[in-house]
């Protein structure tokens, strides 16, 4: 008797629980005679006011299904009190009506223009939903082709994809255009060279800040370019056109200048901790080689592409091979002193030692390069032109000269040969001094 009691009393417990604690029982879809005030409403669609949850159940405590971003259409179903039961994305359930506004007309008509450019960097997705996977992210500033339109996302084509994107990020824009009139661009930050045009493509190389490319062709808001013997894609953003430093007396056609990075492979040469002179050096004359060639118009060769170790006597017979015009050899310095500091250029002796035929035009070569390496990087010291029995610059057949673009073991210097802005400015500040030399050099 008592336990038959005690059931009755639960029971009447949980009738007055559901009546009082505010019907949290929604997901069983209770009938217009229960609990749900009612079934119709005026509008079929509404637009979100805020970016809502869209919960399994009317209540607040509910499991979050999605978060349906602000601006987005969503279809009205029924009301269930202060919440409104809706679909989305593929999924059904409950909202704050509060947080829902009526759609007006526009926001499912199509749109008028063909294609946008995004004014963030924009994840292009599946389908139309925050929750959707993403498909690549477009860059801000890139165009895209309009297709058609859901609610607040557009549907578009980027880059040989076609998804859906939140439309307040973009904004209308002419077609793409395919050509440019101009040649070359100088980078305005180091660049990465992607192998497609897509920010999520595989970087080819990094293209120092200050550099020249070659302009190949466009693909949105990507150029496609040249440098240093690899082309690839590059944001149209971070270029701006290259100017014209050659001057109009001379030029580089048809004369060759040989770069010599100095040591390689088993030959560290200088070494500080991690830091090898051998591979900044290789740094600063793929640089080197690279405004040579695009900014001056020479026909540039390296005596090393890689990482390889090369004796003295190939790196002279080298300059025979290529039929060069003139030798520049590229090193670091370093001394037990770590107070030693400064840049220097080495030239040829008048001694015996000395077999190169052009011993005065290499000591011009020496200091039109040093003259313009003091000019143009000050916050290194300037230690000079020197004589010195070097066997790459003694022992060539053409005009020669060493560089060392400081010491290693130096902190300051060390801090400008570590720099991808100051290995450039080395880089162009020597070809500035060979062409200066070779515009006078016949």
Do not use: C
């Amino acid at each position: 008797m008592n336990q038959t009691k005690s059931s009755w009393n639960l029971k009447l417990l949980l009738s007055s629980s559901l009546v009082i604690g505010g019907m949290a029982i929604a997901p069983f879809d209770l009938t217009p005679n229960g609990f749900e005030s009612s079934r119709v409403e005026a509008a079929s669609t509404y637009t979100t006011t805020a970016n809502l949850n869209l919960r399994l159940s009317a209540a607040t405590w509910s499991p979050v299904l999605l978060t349906i971003p602000n601006g987005a259409t969503v279809k009205y179903v029924s009301k269930y009190g202060s919440w409104y039961k809706v679909s989305y994305g593929g999924k059904t359930g409950y909202v704050a009506s509060q947080y829902v506004k009526v759609s007006t007309p526009s926001t499912m008509t199509p749109s008028s223009a063909s294609y946008y450019k995004t004014t963030v960097n924009l994840n292009l997705r599946l389908t139309a939903a925050s929750w959707s996977s993403v498909l690549t992210t477009i860059p801000n500033g890139a165009t895209v082709k309009y297709v058609s339109r859901y609610g607040s996302w557009y549907k578009v084509s980027y880059n040989g994809k076609t998804g859906y994107v939140a439309s307040q990020y973009l904004t209308a824009t002419g077609a793409p255009t395919t050509t440019t009139s101009t040649t070359s661009y100088q980078t305005t930050v180091n660049l990465n060279m992607r192998l497609t045009a897509a920010s999520w493509s595989t970087v080819l190389l990094t293209i120092p800040n200050g550099a020249t490319v070659k302009y190949v062709s466009k693909y949105g808001s990507w150029y496609k370019v040249s440098y240093g013997g690899k082309t690839g894609y590059v944001a149209s953003q971070y270029l701006k056109p290259a100017t014209t430093t050659t001057p109009t007396t001379s030029t580089g056609s048809g004369r060759t200048i040989v770069i010599d990075a100095g040591h390689g492979g088993n030959d560290p040469g200088a070494v500080y901790g991690s830091l090898y002179e051998k591979v900044i050096a290789f740094d600063i004359a793929a640089r080197l080689a690279s405004t040579l060639s695009n900014t001056y118009g020479y026909n540039a060769r390296m005596t090393r592409s890689n990482d390889v170790y090369l004796s003295l006597a190939q790196r002279v017979e080298l300059t025979k091979s290529y039929k060069g015009s003139a030798f520049v050899s590229i090193h670091n310095n370093s001394s037990t002193n770590t107070s030693y500091h400064g840049h220097e250029v080495l030239v040829p002796t008048g001694e015996s030692y000395t077999t190169n035929p052009y011993i005065s035009a290499s000591r011009s070569l020496g200091a039109a390069i040093n003259r313009e390496l003091g000019v143009r990087i000050p916050t290194i010291r300037n230690r000079g032109v020197k004589y010195q029995n070097v066997y790459v610059v003694g022992k060539n057949s053409v005009p020669s000269t060493l560089v060392e673009y400081g010491f290693i073991s130096n902190s300051n210097d060390r801090s400008h040969l570590t720099s991808t802005t100051y290995r450039q400015r080395m880089a162009d500040a020597t070809a500035s001094g060979i062409h200066q030399f070779m515009s006078t050099y016949k």
